[in-house]
């Protein structure tokens, strides 16, 4: 049969198409939701595990179908079709990212099964023809029993099955094939890489070296790919240790000290952290299994931050703060002006404060950077989403009245007193890392006042510990959280959003805090590609998800799905020495002009004479 046309993006089209049945009869759907395939109950024989699908690394059978020219040629391009019209239904109906108006029922025609005619919300289509059928019903199996067909997609996750394995195999070159089409999907959406501005999104290419970065590459030395190892606790410092592992796991500071920007055998600079950092990553890539004890990397801590000194215990959020603003001291890059740091091209955001008169609706904005967000929590939470990352995202940005004592407008006439305020997010960072807070402080004392005080832990007359359980998805959307989204400035344009993946986080490290106040201890949980471990300083042991997911969290760390690329933009201390080298020519030629009217003088003066 064949599936009906996705809609078209606005940026492009899809270069899918189908041969198949012409006069399957469709029915109209209000909208396309891939479903379960087993959403009735309905047991089946064969389920799509992530077990079963990493069971066959490698299937024979369909490496020999491939191995001719003209049979790879053609069921690649087969599934290509597939994995692209599924790639750009899944893209179409994404949720509006808008809060303020409610995404458009959209009616998209559906396949059918070709046996029962039952709606697929699931399909599962034949490699070797048109037909497509269900799975819990055994069509599919059916067909490819009867015809000795040996392959079926399903198109939603892309998987193939094969019959003489009797399972979900694996295949590289169709992997590729699929992870290509959702990324030229989400790519097409982006409708805001149209702009005729230089300030535009590049899209996904991937690398192809050269000759001479081949011949470098098989020169090089393999280092082994594995960062499961425990750091010594040097004495209460668990609190480093935990804020170092998601360090080590964060993909962006991974790859620039990997990539030996920061080489410390030539760095000058004394108490660098830069250096130290560089030396933790050599460690813990050097191969060796060992704990590894960070003792100069404390003890350079300590000279550099005096207030983190001493074997009392410290608050790992302040530890990350300190940590944070002496790598971009010593990090190349750091300007006064504009940084484009390791840190600030890591961390570095931008949060939006909005004050608004409610007598005269004039609008006073101020924008202050960020490298974390810091959100209150209750300690008895009112309703079921209070306690929840989400819910307290929702709370921070949302309008809150302002005492009559802490605002007047300059605007009204007599000075009106009646105001509200929202935060917002202006500018999202590649890493976003949010740390819980207790939620005592007063609301008429700024948010810069309290970003300091200790999160997780109440000071009222005695130090106490909010031992609240707060929800935290893996996966989290921060689009309705933006200002464009909150409709700041009367952007009301939803397209102006981009595309919803563009906002999608991925969380890959948590850190956890047990006991009382002064008798505490940090672990952190942290993910390594698709698999999670648990950290207790030297301790490392295999963990899963869901028991990140059911920990009582402290700080939460986020990485963006995808990251904006910006060939225009150019490193601050780059034009900064280029704008050196400019003003030393112009300074070098008013010199050989002022030596030519110099010279031009004495011989006229001789003429004269």
Known sequence: MEFPDSPQSEQGSSDYSSNALQNSQLPLLDTYDFGDPDDSGHASSHTLSSEASDAQEHCSHLTELLSRADSNSRYTAKYKSLVTWAANMSSFNRPSMSSNRPAKRRKVLIPECDLCQAPLHRPFVCLLCNYSGCWKGQHMMTHLEQQQHRFCVDVRSGSVFCTSCDDFIYNSAFERVRAAADLQAEENGARFQESKSKNVRKSFEPWTPSATETNLLQKSTNVLCQERRGLINLGATCYMNVILQTFIHNPLLRNFFLSDKHPRELCKNKNCLCCEMDKLFTEIYSGSTAPYGPVSFLTTMWKAATEMSGYQQHDAHEFFIAALNQIHATSKGSTSIFCKCVVHSTFAGQLQSEVQCGKCGNITSVVDPML??????????????????????????????????????????????????????????????????????????????????????????????????????????????????????????????????????????????????????????????????????????????????????????????????????????????????????????????????????????????
Not at 390 to 400: I, N
Not at 486 to 512: C, Q, R, W
Not at 561 to 568: E, F, I, S
Not at 583 to 599: P, Q, V, Y
């Open 372 to 609: 974390e967000i810091t959100l209150e929590i209750k300690g008895e939470p009112a309703g079921p989403n209070d306690n929840t990352l989400v819910g307290c995202l929702r709370r921070f940005t949302q309008s809150e009245k302002l005492d009559p004592k802490g605002y007047t407008c300059t605007k009204c006439p007599g000075g009106s007193q009646d105001a509200t305020k929202r935060f917002s997010i202006r500018k999202l960072p590649p890493v976003l890392c949010f740390t819980l807070k207790v939620c005592l402080v007063s609301k008429a004392i700024d948010f810069l006042a309290y970003l300091d005080q200790l999160q997780r832990f109440e000071h009222n007359t005695g130090a106490s510990k909010i031992d609240a359980h707060v929800r935290f998805p893996s996966s989290l959307n921060m689009a309705p959280y933006t200002s464009l989204a909150a409709g700041i400035k009367g952007v009301k344009d939803e397209s102006l959003l981009g595309h919803p993946t563009m906002y999608d986080y991925e969380l890959f490290a948590v850190v956890n805090h047990k006991g009382k106040v002064d008798t505490g201890h940090y672990t952190n949980f942290a993910r390594l590609q698709d698999e999670w471990y648990h950290f207790d300083d030297e301790k490392v042991t295999p963990a899963t998800l869901r028991e990140c997911l059911d920990s009582r969290a402290y700080m939460c760390v986020y990485v963006k799905r995808h990251l904006d690329y910006k060939p225009h933009q150019t490193p601050s201390y780059i034009v900064a020495q280029q704008q050196l080298a400019a003003k030393e020519k112009e300074k070098e030629k008013e010199k050989e002009k002022e030596k030519e009217s110099a010279t031009m003088k004495e011989l006229a003066d001789l003429a004269a004479i």
